[in-house]
């Protein structure tokens, strides 16, 4: 958990862009005085933006003689995808129901795919196969990790006061 917390705390500075000051410090060092990095080693932080590289979530860019690491649209999708993750965790339920329904063409199969298997990692249940319902508030964090991905033009999100004959949801939900 500490780890997966480091990576979420450094693709969120690297989201505010990440100045790289050649002889003044070093890009660890910038983070933990700018940023409020929590407290890893010089050499896990290196290997942790190399790791960032190879997954294509961070590149290095230079503007006016500067350098910067920046977010991907794959490191942006992570980014949003790691803060979704951490708003599920909020569990208290406000007695509305959050109903994602989409309509993904059959050439976007991938990205069908893709959707169906964050919602279940979501922990929302299936409805029908485009319609997916979950109890607890995401609706911000899941609309920028849609947006980012191409997907919310596909979607419909409703929040609902009243689902019919929802006891079987609200037992597997543990309401």
Same mark, same amino acid.
């Given at each position: 958990m500490k780890?997966?917390? #480091?990576?979420? %705390?450094?693709l969120e500075?690297?989201?505010?862009?990440?100045e790289l000051l050649p002889g003044l410090e070093t890009p660890y060092q910038h983070a933990r005085r700018l940023r409020g990095l929590p407290p890893v080693s010089h050499r896990h932080f290196q290997r942790t933006i190399s @790791? #960032? *590289? +190879? *997954?294509?979530?961070?590149?290095? $860019? =230079?503007?006016n003689q500067k350098y910067f690491y920046e977010l991907t649209?794959?490191?942006k999708i992570e980014l949003l995808w790691r803060k979704l993750k951490t !708003?599920?965790? /909020? +569990?208290?339920?406000d007695k509305k129901w959050r109903i994602l329904i989409f309509d993904i063409p059959e050439k976007e199969k +991938?990205? @069908?795919? #893709?959707? $169906? =298997?964050?919602?279940?990692?979501? &922990?929302f249940v299936k409805l029908q196969e485009s319609v997916w319902i979950y109890p607890f508030?995401? &609706?911000?964090?899941?609309?920028?990790?849609? /947006? =980012?991905t191409g997907i919310w033009r596909h979607t419909c999100f409703l929040v609902a !006061?009243?689902? =019919?004959?929802? %006891?079987?949801? $609200?037992?597997? #939900?543990c309401l």
């Open positions: 780890q997966s917390k #480091f990576t979420t %705390s450094l500075i690297i989201n505010n862009t990440l @790791r #960032f *590289q +190879k *997954q294509g979530w961070i590149k290095k $860019r =230079e503007v649209k794959r490191g !708003d599920k965790t /909020q +569990k208290k339920w +991938k990205l @069908r795919d #893709f959707l $169906r =298997e964050k919602l279940k990692s979501l &922990e508030k995401v &609706e911000s964090s899941l609309k920028g990790f849609l /947006q =980012e !006061d009243v689902v =019919e004959n929802d %006891s079987a949801l $609200r037992k597997h #939900f």
